[in-house]
């Protein structure tokens, strides 16, 4: 039997997809039709499979489109994986039911193919009991996500020749927050050519299922499957950021992934969790990583959380120890499921961290904990350096923005910290960009400084999925220093006023402002 093989050098990921579907209604249609394999490189792409969340990705949409990098969801098995040059894509488009497989030996095929091109070019590599595709040395080489339908097969495998392996970090590969990527040129330490190893693939492939190849020129491909795109403001340039270099993003990426703790610079798709990790820092998001708000800013996923875990708060102490922290933030979730609203988780991590570490700044960000006063009256008495509850936007937006929030509860609780423990440092933000007027704006900043707040935030909103609330308008940094100019002058004793400024952004220089300025 034969496999027809069509080779491309390079595919829009909407265009595989299209000639695959193509083959399928032809090979379905046609029982004397050969079985088909697309072998291809594709621009740079992510892609969500049918187990795939967003919470695997650890960046923004809006951080992809500055990088030109798609986002697909796709009905293969699988959770999320990247393309991109220098990876060798493998579509077969096999009848199973004339081949006689079943799909456990077809995977097993696109498996051993794998290992053989890799043998082919002087590297060792092989399964894994636990998960599927190719490894070397501990990390994965190759990955596999097939879909079938009508007994035929699509969708398939990607090799790592010499891909570029940065983008991989950017997400949980495969759903596998501690997998390592690897590709045949970074083990074998030399340079490996890509048009090489395709022909092995096609080769070992071909014996594994056991047909004879058959080179066709690839036919013009349709784009017809590409999915319209919703309309989204192009970003400006000041809001484009260069990705940080050397080594310290990964280091404390696996940290956080080794101890299973979450931040909230990667559930909430921060734009500046490259420079944070990058510097070694991160703000903390205990009680898990599930709200059981639906706030239509916020990345954060929401539904039915998870019971809290008790060795979180060890874990982040040894964390902060590690990470040689001089200033650490805590953030979490809504938890209105728990009675307190996690005040006692709060406390509990602050002193795990105090036990380790007794005169480190531990700062606080808290949800409105549904205005109970005896929770929050539990939180002021660990004593934070600092508690920071963001009132988020102007009033007469939170019926759109937080519709399970209320502007006054979230003003009384900034005021009832004050009262409670004068020596705590409060804090607050604000979101620009979703429709607030200037006015409301300065009228907002006013109420909120009347409370006794005395740090302020305020950076630009960014939608996170096109599921969010759209942009209504990126405010220019000019007009950020003259809210910057105007908090100052309503008595805030300390403003971070930027497009990039997130509320836990550089929060230690922020709250060295007005503790120890002659240190920053």
């Known amino acids: ?24 209604d032809m090979l379905r249609r046609d029982p004397a039709m050969p079985d088909h394999c697309l072998m291809l490189e594709h621009p740079p792409v992510f892609t969500l499979g049918r187990n795939g969340s967003l919470q695997h ?7 992809l489109e500055d990088r ?16 991109g040059p220098g990876q060798i894509v493998c579509y077969p488009i096999v009848n199973l039911r004339r081949s006689g497989l079943t799909v456990t030996a077809f995977i097993g095929c696109l498996e051993g193919a794998m290992i053989d091109a890799a043998a082919a070019h002087g590297l060792v590599a092989g399964r894994d009991g636990r998960n599927r595709g190719v490894w070397s040395n501990g990390k994965k080489l190759g990955s596999i996500g097939i879909a079938i339908r009508h007994g035929i097969t699509f969708h398939g495998l990607a090799l790592n020749v010499a891909t570029d392996l940065e983008p991989f970090g950017w997400i949980s590969p495969c759903g596998l927050s501690q997998v390592a990527m690897t590709s045949l040129q970074h083990e074998t330490g030399r340079a490996v050519g890509v048009e090489s190893v395709r022909q092995s693939l096609i080769e070992a492939l071909a014996e594994r299922l056991g047909r004879r190849v058959v080179l066709t020129a690839p036919p013009a491909v349709s784009a017809a499957a590409e999915p319209a795109p919703l309309p989204r403001a192009a970003k400006p340039k000041w809001l484009r ?7 310290a993003y990964e280091k404390t ?23 944070c990790y990058g510097n070694g820092t991160a703000t903390f998001m205990i009680m898990g990583q599930t709200c059981t708000r639906n706030c239509r800013f916020c990345a954060v996923g929401h539904g039915v959380p998870e019971p809290l875990d008790a060795g979180e708060p060890e874990r982040i102490a040894g964390a902060v120890v590690e990470m040689g922290l001089d200033h650490v933030v805590l953030t979490s979730v809504t938890r209105d499921d728990c009675t307190d609203g996690g005040a006692g988780h ?29 929770a929050l009256q ?4 660990a004593r934070p350096a600092v508690v920071n509850h963001n009132i988020e ?3 007469r937006l939170y019926a759109a923005v937080r519709p399970q929030a209320d502007y006054q509860r979230s003003l009384t609780l900034l005021r009832r910290v004050k009262q409670a423990a004068p020596d705590i440092v409060v804090k607050s933000g604000l979101m620009l960009g979703l429709g607030e007027s200037a006015a409301e704006v300065l009228l907002t900043l006013q109420e909120i400084r009347e409370t006794g707040c005395e740090l302020l935030t305020l950076g630009q909103y960014l939608q996170p999925t096109r599921g969010h609330l759209p942009v209504q308008r990126f405010v220019e940094p000019s007009e950020f220093d003259k809210f910057k100019r105007l908090a100052l002058e309503l008595g805030f004793l300390g403003v971070a006023s930027g497009p990039h400024v997130r509320s836990s952004f550089q929060a230690g220089r922020l709250f060295r402002q007005i503790v120890q300025p002659s240190l920053v």
């Open 393 to 395: 936007t102007v009033p």
């Open 346 to 374: 709060f406390v509990a991590t602050i002193e795990a961290i105090r036990a380790r570490r007794p005169h480190l700044p531990v700062e606080i960000l808290i949800p409105d904990l549904q205005g109970n006063q005896a």
């Open 57 to 63: 990705i650890e960046v923004s949409e809006a951080f």
């Open 253 to 275: 990426r696996r940290l956080i992934s080794r101890e299973r703790l979450q931040t909230v610079c990667r559930e909430a798709r921060c734009p500046n969790q490259f420079e």
């Open 1 to 24: 039997m034969d496999l027809v093989v069509e080779s491309y050098l390079l595919l829009a990921y909407h265009q595989a997809y299209a000639r695959q579907l193509q083959l399928v």
């Open 378 to 381: 539990l939180i002021c008495r």
């Open 68 to 83: 030109e990098i798609e986002l697909v969801h796709i009905e293969r098995g699988g959770e999320v994986t990247y393309h």
């Open 241 to 247: 950021k260069p990705l940080p270099a050397g080594g």
